[in-house]
T-cell receptor, first 112, second 111 residues
């Protein structure tokens, strides 16, 4: 049963530290998404890749966030430096098309 | 600009009752998706609606799409507690590069 995997599942870090979240999309899926979810803001699309090329990262704070797909089996989301307001659950999703997405379990990030 | 509005945003109902969640969107699209999120969990796909008049059903949930009215509905029949979750709709924009999410409807079903 193919699944999207994310690591780490939980991360607690201090303000100013670099955070890297990793995602392994389902093999064969050509779209990959990063989302952030908080109680206050709900579900926010941060970045979207198709065939490893970034298509939309307008929802991502450019000064501290970066998203990459170094290869088809790995997507990364980095925050440098992290701030307390970055505390959220970060989801990665992959899919065969833009709308049909399979979500990973999420990374719960706490920045103190 | 494509906008997606769900209503209600919060719904508390009794078991056994019927109710409908609405998803309105602001531009032409013939692709709409419904997702479910259980508390503390990830999102999972519920329904994929790809044409005007599409209707999908699974158990006590039925989703439909009216592209002319730019409206999708998620109907709950004889609700049970296990259906308590947050339900999201998402619409693909004309450009095929945009996927816009509704804010989600938090559904609580009381025994």
């Amino acid at each position: 049963d193919a699944r999207v995997t994310q690591t780490p599942r939980d991360k607690v870090t201090e303000m100013g530290q670099e955070v890297t979240m990793r995602c392994q999309p389902i093999l064969g899926h050509n779209t990959v998404f990063w989302y952030r979810q908080t109680m206050m803001q709900g579900l926010e699309l941060l970045a979207y890749f198709r065939n490893r090329a970034p298509l939309d990262d307008s929802g991502m704070p450019k000064d501290r966030f970066s998203a990459e797909m170094p290869d088809a089996t790995l997507a990364t989301l980095k925050i440098q430096p992290s701030e307390p307001r970055d505390s959220a659950v970060y989801f990665c999703a992959s899919g065969p098309s833009i709308g049909e997405q399979y979500f990973g379990p999420g990374t719960r990030l706490t920045v103190t | 600009e494509l906008k997606v509005e769900q209503n209600p945003l919060f719904l508390s109902m009794q078991e056994g009752k019927n109710y409908t969640i609405y998803c309105n969107y602001s531009t032409t699209s013939d692709r709409l998706y419904w997702y479910r999120q259980d508390p503390g969990k990830s999102l999972e796909s519920l329904f994929v609606l790809l044409s005007n008049g599409a209707v999908k059903q699974e158990g006590r949930l039925m989703a439909s799409l009216d592209t002319k009215a730019r409206l999708s509905t998620l109907h709950i029949t004889a609700a049970v507690h296990d259906l308590s979750a947050t339900y999201f709709c998402a619409v693909v924009g004309d450009s095929n590069y945009q996927l816009i999410w509704g804010a989600g409807t938090k559904l609580i079903i009381k025994p």
